[in-house]
Every structure is written in C-alpha cells, then in structure tokens.
C-alpha cells in the first residue's frame, strides 16, 4: 500500500514538473514570437507594436466581406 502511495506521488510530482516545463516553453515561444515580429516590422515601441497588433487583428479575423473568419491555410491570390 505504501509503495502505491509513493508511485502516485511520484507521478504526481512529474506531472507538476512537466507542467512547469510546458508553462515555460510556451512563455519562451510567446517571447521570441513577439522579437520576431518586433524586429519584422522594424517597431521600436510596446505601443507602435499593440496599435499593429490591433489593426491587423481585424484582417486576420475577418475576410474582406467582415463575415468569414480567414484561414491561414487558404490559398491567396
């Protein structure tokens, strides 16, 4: 019964580990995603860049009709 015990805690363990771990590599990607697209769009501020951000987050999220969500995967001509 102990040795369960410490089986389920261990595991418990791991997965508050991979958890973390995960919790960083996104918080990594989040942050060379955002230099990327800085250094792409050559924006020297926070607010230069949330003020793209916004402007371009509507053409992302609508088509030009404003009705279909765009699908990156879609061809463009």
Request: charged share 35%; proline share 1%; glycine share 2%.
């Amino acid at each position: 019964m102990a040795n369960n015990i410490e089986k389920i805690t261990s595991i418990e363990e791991q997965i508050a580990k991979l958890k973390e771990k995960q919790k960083m590599i996104e918080q990594q990607m989040h942050k060379n995603i955002g230099q990327e697209v800085l250094k792409a769009w050559k924006v020297e501020s926070e607010q230069e860049a949330i003020e793209w951000i916004q402007k371009l987050a509507v053409q992302v999220n609508r088509k030009e009709d404003g009705n279909e969500t765009w699908d990156p995967h879609e061809q463009q001509s």
